[in-house]
């Protein structure tokens, strides 16, 4: 067992930690109180090679290893939950669901000019009456010669107005509940396709989240993504990507509190010494401060499944479940150190706060993960080998 970084990792955590630090950090709190996504971020990001930064050479990615991932996304979420929720969608859901199930046409087409971030990504999966329960869609895809007719909304999609290709699942069958799901690639251009974003978020004021329209919508067949029917599995293998980039992002958000909160231990003085001497205040610091240790090894022991071709739903579900909820506690007890300062925009804690939340509820909710683990403690849930599974790394040429 080897718990140090490799070089080339600790060089991407230096250079996304400068990133952040130079070109996030002095703008964020503005972005957040106007509601702005600044686009640039991804440019940015795709020029450094991050937008896919564990998808292959070949196709125009980093090459790098999956845990490279949850390093950028634990430093992107230091600056701001809505740069690495961006980064989760576009490589964690998008992307990496192409490299897993995608055939050779749809990799060239869509997953290359992805990974070397021409192109954008975003994944439809939830609708105004399907969320947890995804088998509950309501939007139908209906073949007509060689193309899908797609009808229906998708909601709370990230990155809904920003995105060059959306995964869509849409029902083949709708008489049908899981069985019945299939996956499609659909294009912005696509008429039919029109997008809205949602106001009055309380956190991720800084991404774009909104509602995805489709109206007739006709999807060459080529672009369904697996057999029909098999929407529902990859839908799920997409989310065991998406939860592992979720849980390291809150790894960072917590180190964010902890960071802010020991500045200002040593900044703010009770009863005539600094607040981190009061034990009660320590208490949360060293909360925090195993909780980010306990939450990177989770990550990493999921990220490090993934490198060996193995399935990791249940450990990925357990880290982004228990980092998720400490990213949540981190926040709550940076604002609680900061006191009434905590309560407003002059430190970043509020922001912090505001933002834990979603990812207590997207990418399977609190209550999802926590009965996803007791069946499998309780032996209810196991999990097979797949039809394709996430090339291992080192990827071959
Ligand atoms: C900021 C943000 C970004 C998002 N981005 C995307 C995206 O890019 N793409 C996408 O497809 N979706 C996205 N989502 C949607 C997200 O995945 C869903 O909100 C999530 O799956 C929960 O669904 P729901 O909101 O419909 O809640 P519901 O499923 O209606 O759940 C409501 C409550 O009931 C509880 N509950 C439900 N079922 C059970 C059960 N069986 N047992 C116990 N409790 C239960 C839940 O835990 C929750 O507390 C995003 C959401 C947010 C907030």
Same mark, same amino acid.
């Given at each position: =067992?080897?718990?140090?970084?490799?070089?080339?990792?600790?060089?991407?955590?230096? #250079?996304?930690?400068?990133?952040?630090?130079?070109?996030?950090?002095?703008?964020?709190?503005?972005?957040?109180?106007?509601?702005?996504?600044?686009?640039?971020?991804?440019?940015?990001?795709?020029?450094?090679?991050?937008? +896919?930064? /564990?998808?292959?050479?070949?196709? !125009?990615?980093?090459?790098?290893?999956?845990?490279?991932?949850?390093?950028? /996304?634990?430093? #992107?979420?230091?600056?701001?939950?809505?740069?690495?929720?961006?980064?989760?969608?576009?490589?964690?859901?998008?992307? =990496?669901?192409?490299?897993?199930?995608?055939?050779?046409?749809?990799?060239?087409?869509?997953?290359?000019?992805?990974?070397?971030?021409?192109?954008? +990504?975003?994944?439809?999966?939830?609708?105004?009456?399907?969320?947890?329960?995804?088998?509950?869609?309501?939007?139908?895809?209906?073949?007509?010669?060689?193309?899908?007719?797609?009808?229906?909304?998708?909601?709370?999609?990230? #990155?809904?107005?920003?995105?060059?290709?959306?995964?869509?699942?849409?029902?083949?069958?709708?008489?049908?509940?899981?069985?019945?799901?299939? /996956?499609?690639?659909?294009?912005?251009?696509?008429?039919?396709?029109?997008?809205?974003?949602?106001?009055?978020?309380?956190?991720?004021?800084?991404?774009?989240?909104?509602?995805?329209?489709?109206?007739?919508?006709?999807?060459?067949?080529?672009?369904?993504?697996?057999?029909?029917?098999? +929407?529902?599995?990859?839908?799920?293998?997409?989310?065991?990507?998406?939860?592992?980039?979720?849980?390291? +992002?809150?790894?960072?958000?917590?180190?964010?509190?902890?960071?802010?909160?020991?500045?200002? /231990?040593?900044?703010?003085?009770?009863?005539?010494?600094?607040?981190?001497?009061?034990?009660?205040?320590?208490?949360?610091?060293?909360?925090?401060?195993?909780?980010?240790?306990?939450?990177?090894?989770?990550?990493?022991?999921? !990220?490090?499944?993934?490198?060996?071709?193995?399935?990791?739903?249940?450990?990925?579900?357990?880290?982004?479940?228990?980092?998720?909820?400490?990213?949540?506690?981190?926040?709550?007890?940076?604002?609680?150190?900061?006191?009434? %300062?905590?309560?407003?925009?002059? %430190?970043?804690?509020?922001?912090?706060?505001?933002?834990?939340?979603?990812?207590?509820?997207?990418?399977?909710?609190?209550?999802?993960?926590?009965?996803?683990?007791?069946? %499998?403690?309780?032996?209810?849930?196991?999990?097979?080998? #797949?039809?394709?599974?996430?090339?291992?790394?080192?990827?071959?040429?």
């Amino acid at each position: =067992m080897n718990f140090a970084l490799s070089e080339e990792q600790e060089a991407v955590r230096k #250079l996304v930690r400068a990133f952040v630090d130079r070109e996030i950090n002095p703008y964020i709190q503005e972005w957040d109180a106007n509601g702005y996504f600044e686009p640039n971020i991804l440019k940015r990001l795709a020029e450094l090679q991050l937008m +896919g930064v /564990c998808v292959p050479e070949k196709y !125009g990615g980093a090459g790098m290893d999956y845990n490279t991932l949850a390093i950028v /996304c634990e430093e #992107l979420e230091r600056g701001d939950t809505a740069f690495r929720t961006a980064v989760s969608v576009h490589t964690g859901l998008n992307s =990496m669901t192409l490299l897993q199930w995608g055939n050779e046409f749809q990799k060239e087409k869509y997953l290359t000019p992805q990974a070397r971030g021409q192109k954008i +990504g975003a994944f439809g999966l939830t609708e105004p009456n399907a969320g947890s329960d995804v088998a509950a869609m309501v939007t139908t895809a209906r073949k007509d010669g060689d193309h899908y007719i797609l009808n229906g909304q998708k909601t709370w999609i990230s #990155l809904c107005d920003l995105a060059d290709h959306f995964l869509i699942f849409a029902k083949t069958d709708p008489d049908k509940r899981h069985a019945g799901i299939s /996956c499609f690639i659909v294009e912005r251009t696509f008429p039919g396709v029109s997008t809205r974003a949602i106001k009055g978020k309380l956190g991720i004021r800084a991404g774009n989240t909104g509602e995805v329209f489709l109206e007739d919508v006709h999807v060459p067949a080529e672009n369904r993504l697996g057999e029909e029917g098999e +929407g529902f599995k990859i839908a799920m293998s997409a989310l065991d990507n998406g939860r592992f980039t979720v849980a390291a +992002g809150a790894c960072g958000l917590i180190n964010a509190c902890l960071e802010a909160s020991v500045k200002y /231990c040593h900044e703010r003085k009770t009863f005539g010494k600094e607040i981190g001497r009061h034990q009660l205040v320590q208490q949360m610091i060293a909360k925090m401060a195993v909780n980010l240790d306990i939450s990177r090894l989770l990550v990493f022991r999921s !990220g490090w499944l993934k490198n060996q071709g193995k399935r990791n739903t249940r450990e990925t579900s357990m880290a982004k479940w228990f980092a998720c909820d400490a990213a949540f506690d981190a926040a709550n007890d940076a604002v609680q150190i900061h006191g009434a %300062y905590g309560y407003s925009n002059e %430190y970043p804690v509020e922001r912090y706060l505001r933002n834990s939340k979603a990812p207590v509820i997207y990418e399977g909710t609190r209550e999802i993960h926590t009965i996803m683990q007791g069946e %499998y403690a309780l032996g209810y849930r196991t999990d097979k080998k #797949l039809n394709k599974m996430l090339p291992s790394w080192p990827f071959e040429d």
